[in-house]
Antibody
Framework: QITLKESGPTLVKPTQTLTLTCTFS??????????VGWIRQPPGKALEWLAL???????RYSPSLKSRLTIKKDISKNQVVLTMTNMDPVDTATYYC???????????????WGQGTLVSVSS | QSALTQPRSVSGSPGQSVTISCTGT?????????VSWYQQHPGKAPKLMIF???ERPSGVPDRFSGSKSGNTASLTISGLQAEDEADYYC???????????FGTGTKVTVL
């Protein structure tokens, strides 16, 4: 049974760096063909993909946020960590981590999602 | 990469069918057979309903079906039920360097 859970601060100040942790079970990021992504959703708005890390440590970032994002994995702890620098009130959102599985050589969808964590950015 | 375009809302009576469109470009929907659809109830995480345009994960009712033509994908809910009232998001694979682009979201209302 695959589960994921996000953790991190609920409130950050503008210009600070946000660090979120995704702790998962039921799969290993050591397994070929697996990935974990981060997706966010501002209140009342649409989903936005942020970053993805592959089992082989390859990484992908949203072009619009690439300069602010870093994604890392800790296989021994079954965790994926996302950092976002220079936080702004417009970054207020629920942040989700999600599992992806390879089909036909790509990871094209997210089949298991965490419950999400709401992060507010305010001074 | 711009968001995929969905209607803001669609509605239908119980038992009816509704179809949600999702329009992209030849760089995303039109270029790959990797459209997925997610259902999201208020305050809940998204749930995968369709992947690879037409495939349903185990446990998803066969009332949900997907299709694609050119740069537009569609999700059809047949035999609409009260529990289908939710927000729905499409998502397309968009290539090796920007793998995902989500849609703008559609609210489905069961009248």
């Amino acid at each position: 049974q695959i589960t994921l859970k996000e953790s991190g601060p609920t409130l950050v100040k503008p210009t600070q760096t946000l660090t979120l942790t995704c702790t998962f079970s039921g799969f290993s990021l050591f397994t070929s063909g697996v990935g974990v992504g981060w997706i966010r959703q501002p209140p009342g708005k649409a989903l936005e993909w942020l970053a993805l890390i592959y089992w082989d440590d390859d990484k992908r970032y949203s072009p619009s946020l690439k300069s602010r994002l870093t994604i890392k994995k800790d296989i021994s702890k079954n965790q994926v960590v996302l950092t976002m620098t220079n936080m702004d009130p417009v970054d207020t959102a629920t942040y989700y981590c999600a599992h992806s599985n390879m089909i036909q050589g790509v990871l094209p969808f997210f089949d298991y999602w965490g419950q999400g964590t709401l992060v507010s950015v305010s001074s | 990469q711009s968001a995929l375009t969905q209607p803001r809302s669609v509605s239908g009576s119980p038992g009816q069918s509704v179809t949600i469109s999702c329009t992209g470009t030849s760089s995303d929907i039109g270029g790959y057979n990797f459209v997925s659809w997610y259902q999201q109830h208020p305050g809940k995480a998204p749930k995968l309903m369709i992947f690879a345009v037409i495939e349903r994960p185990s446990g998803v009712p066969d009332r949900f079906s997907g299709s694609k033509s050119g740069n537009t994908a569609s999700l059809t809910i047949s035999g609409l039920q009260a529990e289908d009232e939710a927000d729905y998001y499409c998502c397309s694979y968009a290539g090796r360097f920007t793998p995902y682009v989500f849609g703008t979201g559609t609210k489905v209302t069961v009248l």
